[in-house]
């Protein structure tokens, strides 16, 4: 103390001067230190290679000649001009219309079911849940097995009787019998969340609205529909976004065929590029493939305006 | 009463789709060549046989490709938990600058599935030599695309504990990194068992990857294996592909039967309730 008394006093006494690190400044380093492996990820695994993918699109890449050149727009030309496009935009359309309608209505006529609380509902809940954990691939083959046209199905349905199809080989039938494949692999999920949606619906509601003399019909449509919209946004975007993803089940059921009926769009960008080595072409069908996903997403964002009802 | 009866009834039907399938691998795998295609179709194997599961071994390395499938499943799933639970952390709870240009960077890979991307990550891979290994499909689960949804549910679940938990932390002289893994991380267990659930499956489903980045048969993964037991003419052996399928799907099956309860409502509970 004595010593200090000695010097001359500095304009400001670096006592009274904040530490350096403060908490804010702390928080920072350790909030970017936090987040720097994923931030790392994204950057390296999902913004670089979506830069690449524009480029490579605008390029054509030819692997065995090692040539990597620039050909401007002919890939979107080719984009315009591929016969084959317009089917496989109906296939995926159709795949995913289809699986989205039907998993969102069977989930939630299971859950309203399980939602009565009978005894033994556990059990079909970890029932319908079960293929959710079944090796997707699995799930697949012992499909495709059921539906070959001397397979277990149309054995079953012979003992009735009735002669079916060959599922996966006709036209009118390949398409519906991967989009089942796919529902109830799944629905299991959606079933789950709907379950919980459900039980958040207070039990007050309900009887209100007997007094008022609303009938089963009217309370479901009125009341727990309502109240449990964005479960119903939540499930529906997941399962768009998930339908446009499919591949494995194409790809081990039908091989997108009988002829294109059954060529969704992943499934034809996988054949451009990694069976034909067209990767330039194949850049522009992901493109393509993101486009729809982001206009879709934008989409159901606006519809949730519109539709989903919050609690004020 | 009557409509007790009708529900379960329906319940009963419904069934069907979800388990007929599972029982018809299980049985069909036990079944002999000659009996697989057997008319009427029956619900149990004639006579039994394990020899599918014998050819199973034979024909494959399908032990080794197992484990690939086990340990790149688990090293994916741990990967993506410490990776999702600091990302999700420091979102939640920790105000920093930038934190909000970030996030979005971030979010935006849930826009971008992988199937958009594969084109350049296999080009990125191969120019670093990494094709034909398992890195691609251990790095781009664990940091890109598919770990975001992680990082989503444990922002969300941070975001509901209360402020007081971390100021008492605080009191007793903990630091952000403390506060992080001695008072917030121990009561994320239903996030972190969701997150381990779905990710876990994940890997473990994952198909378009394996078939790009693998093609020497001693790193196949599982979904990759059993679609390669053919005869001659290629066409499926389907006794020998459902035994595989089997030892594929029975383990997890197992594990989910007896863990229902977790694995059910801890998905249902976490931030995926939206």
């Known amino acids: 103390m004595t010593l200090l008394l000695d010097k001359p006093a500095p304009p400001q006494a670096p006592a009274e001067r904040a530490p350096y690190w403060t908490m804010r400044r702390r928080d920072t380093l350790a909030g970017w230190l936090m987040v720097l492996p994923q931030l790392a990820g994204i950057v390296a695994f999902v913004i670089v290679p979506l830069g690449l993918v524009v480029w490579y699109s605008v390029h054509e890449w030819n692997v065995l000649g090692g040539t990597f050149e620039f050909v401007g727009g002919d890939n979107y030309t080719a984009l315009a001009d591929d016969q084959r496009l317009g089917p496989v935009l109906r296939a995926t359309g159709l795949f995913s219309a289809g699986l989205v309608v039907l998993n969102l209505s069977l989930a939630l006529f299971l859950a309203v079911l399980l939602n009565q609380r009978l005894r033994g509902t556990v059990v079909f809940r970890t029932l319908f849940f079960s293929p959710v954990v079944v090796t997707l691939v699995a799930w697949t083959i012992v499909w495709g097995f059921l539906l070959q046209d001397n397979g277990g199905l149309n054995g079953f349905l012979n003992v009735l009787g009735i002669d079916g199809p060959n599922w996966l080989r006709s036209g009118g039938t390949a398409m519906a019998s991967v989009i089942v494949v796919q529902l109830f692999k799944n629905v299991g999920l959606n079933m789950v969340l709907f379950l919980a949606a459900l039980q958040g619906v207070p039990a007050e509601l309900y009887e209100a609205a007997r007094i008022d003399g609303a009938s089963a019909w009217a309370r479901f449509r009125r009341v727990t529909v309502p109240l449990i919209s964005p479960t119903i946004l939540l499930t529906m975007i997941l399962t768009i976004v998930g339908s446009l993803q499919v591949f494995a089940q194409i790809a081990v059921l039908t091989q997108g065929g009988p002829e294109t009926s059954t060529t969704v769009l992943v499934y034809y960008l996988y054949q451009q590029a990694f069976q034909f080595h067209h990767f330039g072409y194949g850049s522009a069908l992901s493109l393509l493939l993101f486009s729809i996903v982001l206009v879709l997403t934008a989409v159901q964002w606006r519809m949730r305006r519109r539709w989903v009802f919050h609690e004020a | ?274």
């Open chain 2, 1 to 274: 009463m009557r409509l007790k009866l009708l529900i379960y009834g329906v319940l009963l039907v419904c069934c069907v789709p979800f388990v007929f399938p599972i029982w018809w691998m299980a049985t069909t795998s036990l079944k002999p060549v000659a009996e697989i295609f057997a008319f009427p179709p029956s619900l149990l194997p004639g006579s039994p046989t394990l020899d599918a599961y014998r050819q199973v071994f034979e024909l494959q390395p399908f032990g080794r490709q197992y484990l690939n499938s086990l340990y790149i499943a688990l090293v994916v799933t741990v990967g993506t938990l410490a990776v999702s639970a600091l990302a999700g952390y420091a979102f939640a709870r920790v105000k920093f600058r930038g934190a909000g240009v970030v996030f979005v960077v971030v979010l935006s890979g849930l826009l971008v599935p992988n199937e958009v991307t594969i084109i350049p990550l296999y080009r990125m891979f191969d120019a670093f030599g990494l094709v034909d290994t398992h890195w691609p499909l251990i790095l781009i689960p664990m940091l890109g695309a598919p770990s975001v949804l992680a990082t989503f549910i444990m922002r969300q679940f941070f975001i509901t504990l209360p402020m007081e938990l971390e100021e008492a932390g605080r009191v007793d002289g903990l630091g952000r990194f403390g506060l992080f893994w001695r008072v917030c991380l121990p009561l994320a267990r239903p996030a972190i068992g969701a997150v381990s659930i779905f990710t876990f499956l994940h890997s473990w489903n994952l198909y378009l990857e394996p078939i790009v980045f693998l093609s020497s048969k001693q790193k196949f993964t599982v979904p990759q294996a059993l679609t390669q037991y053919v005869d001659a003419y290629g066409g499926p052996m389907w006794n020998t592909q459902l035994a595989a399928a089997t030892l594929s799907a029975l383990p997890v099956l197992i594990i989910f039967v007896l863990a229902q309860r977790q694995f059910v409502e801890g998905l249902a509970q976490t931030g995926l309730k939206g």
